[in-house]
């Protein structure tokens, strides 16, 4: 665990902080041990008081929330979890948790200025830092997304041998999103030792407990197969023993539990918040059960109040001095912030190769599962999950096998719960291992579009961590299989960058742009056009160029125009093509591109220097669509080399419809890509 790590010279951090655990002995709760709670609800509660008043002058910008009311859950809680080996995720009233965890005062503080002694450079919200070296997952607004990374973390721990477990916190709000059911479902089929702490304060923002839920939110445990204990946090005595049960019996059971706690709404939601929804009655009752307030003067009758008191001018001098210095340092400037949009990519397996080895010849499908099968046999850190993938092999037999090679414990499968799986695997690929996700269709990945692309795909640009995972989604028409099991979404997901896509089109460009995504340090997305997958036989064997995958190539050569695809469509553009040249004698350089982000189009720009016309075609639709984005990018750099204004080709502005007949006139084929290019030539 790290005390001290910032760059810049703070305060020495006193003795009386150096102390942060905390284990309750089988005689019971200790004054000492009280004693210690209150030190660091203090700490919190000086500090917190601090932020607030710098935001109130307007020296902090952003959404500023305290921890008022939570020090008496949080912190107990924060001491006598082991830092050395179990996950957390914190709330944004969690800065009891954020102080004890890990880091300076200085550097917590510097989160909340946005500064250059931020944490995060400034690229991430106030209180939405956290440690990922040391499984602090930091919070993203989208409530509840956390608690599953809590999950992929705490089970890539157990599979290193450590006996972890991890606590995850989210509000009586939060409590209603769909990814805390999935996560706590997910939790307790997968046997995941994982408390989930419900910070109850009465209001989520300003809506009351009645317009949230009916019942109690305790009892959901019920429902999950696993323990649930109501507590109230003006009970600390009682509540640290409860804790010290909760924790232990947690980590050597293996199973989830769930903790209701019921905390206080001292200060509003954040600092904008005046609280005006709250009965002044009411507000003046929480304020005398404040849980610091009453237990500091409960050790003072036990004669502890001279020493309470020397720890308070310690704390709020150390408080003060800190947050003096961080106020002096420079506000960040932006450099390098394109560089980390990626984390550069330092892994390489050390693949197993044969000289003599013999290609063998195997459908699209069948190459993906061949590079699986040599990803699971040969890298200890890789598994793969997904509904239906283990026995039964995947609705498209692609990982067939793999389940009775290589069990449960690699080849998992999971609940339907999308989100809940992405944010699993991203918690687990942040602490070591590089987990595959396998989505039955591209189009339910949408039920997990926050966490691939703002959890996942920005994680190392938020927090320096690298977050290693693999996204198959299987995609395309030409099935009939309609509109929900039909689509490409490269569109969609290429707008928030952070994650790198490929789009092979060739059972040996399949082989090897697995290889090449699992190898890779960032979240990947790897699209897998659903036709091919039985369409197309050809050899396939281990090629030492695998990361060639990365850059486009060149299916065709010719001078008339330069044609731009990638996917199914390379297969009917060639065709196309092939018509072309034998009865127009035009031909054509046809780039299947292959790797969609990041993108290279120094070879298709040389060729458009050499033709001087442009063709996209995409299966994607046109309307607001990856072709025009290609068009886009080429015309803006290349405009006056073009003879002709650019041919986009790609299916229509609609829904994907399911009869045949029409799902053939919605997407390009062969045929409609000739009329097309025709017609384009012919205006000339």
Known sequence: MSTVSSQFTYPETPSILLERDLNIAASGVTDEDLLLALRWMTYSRFTDARIFELYRQGKMKGTVTVSDGNEGLVAPLALMMDKDIDCVSWTHRGMPGHLVWSDHLGDHVCQFLGNSGSPTKGREGNA????????????????????????????????????????????????????????????????????????????????????????????????????????????????????????????????????????????????????????????????????????????????????????????????????????????????????DVYAQSTTSVDWKTEDDQEAEIVTFAQAINRALAKILAESPESLIMGQDIADYGGPFKVTKSLFKKHGRSRVINTPICESAMVGYATGQAINGLRPIVEFQFADFATDATTQITLNAGTYHFRSGAKAPMVFRLPCGGGLTFGSFHSQDLEALYLHIPGTKFLYPSTPQDAYDAMLAAYEDDNPVIFFEHKNLYNLLKAPVKFNPNYHDVWQPSLRRQGDYATVVTYGEMTLWANKALEYLESEYEHSCDLFDLRALAPLNLDSIQESISKTGRLVVITESRSNVGFGAELVAQITEKQFFDLEAPPLRIASQNMPVPFAAELEADYRPDTDSILAAMINWIESE
Not at 174 to 199: Q, R
Not at 279 to 286: C, G, H, I, M, Q
């Open 128 to 339: 939405h830092h956290g440690d990922p070296k040391n499984r602090s997952y930091p919070m993203i607004s989208h409530l509840g997304k956390m608690s599953s990374n809590v999950l992929g973390g705490t089970d890539s721990q157990r599979r290193k041998g450590h006996k972890s477990i991890g606590i995850t916190f989210f509000g009586d709000g939060g409590s209603s999103t769909g990814e805390i059911h999935e996560s706590m479902n997910l939790a307790s089929v997968l046997n995941i030792p994982v408390i989930f702490v419900i910070e109850n304060n009465n209001y989520a923002y300003s809506t009351p407990l009645h317009e949230q839920f009916t019942g109690k939110l305790v009892d959901r445990a019920k429902g999950y197969g696993m323990k649930g204990i109501e507590l109230d946090v003006a009970n600390i005595e009682e509540n640290l023993q409860a804790f010290q049960d909760a924790i232990d019996e947690t980590r050597e059971t293996g199973r989830p539990m769930l903790i209701e706690m019921h905390t206080l709404r001292l200060l509003g939601h954040a600092g904008y918040d005046t609280l005006d929804y709250i009965d002044p009655e009411v507000s003046k009752k929480w304020l005398d059960e404040d849980c610091l307030k009453n237990l500091r003067e409960r050790l003072v009758e036990k004669g502890y109040g001279d020493r309470i008191v020397d720890e308070e001018a310690t704390l709020k001098s150390f408080v003060t001095e800190t947050v003096n210095r961080a106020l002096k340092l420079p506000m960040c400037e932006p450099v390098g912030l394109m560089e």
